[in-house]
């Protein structure tokens, strides 16, 4: 989960996220490049996924995020003017996704009891 906090002045707009499992831990100020290309919730999904190392690092992919605004989820094509000064905007990895990535990582894991240790790969 992702938790960004909107502070606005003039054209600047900063935000305050901090990430938890299982997106990668982070506490940061970030300041987007918000040009008149960037329109929508989707545009700024993508500034994040794109603007963060540890989102860039991670491959995260915007359109397998989700942002709520006092509870309610921030609609893809919705204008970036939802968000405004001082707002607390919840980023979270979809629910499916996040599923689907424990399903593998329990996977993995259950590969990994099966192998015998002299057969994995040296790296």
Known sequence: ?????????????????QTFSPLPELKAWFIPEIQDTHETVFDLKELLCKGIPQLRANQINARYLILLLEGFELLNDSPISAVRDGDLIIVKMAQRIKEYVDELRTQFAQLLLHIPVSDLPLF
Do not use: P, V
């Open 1 to 17: 989960m992702l938790a960004i906090t909107c502070a606005s002045s003039s054209s600047t707009m900063r935000i305050r996220i």
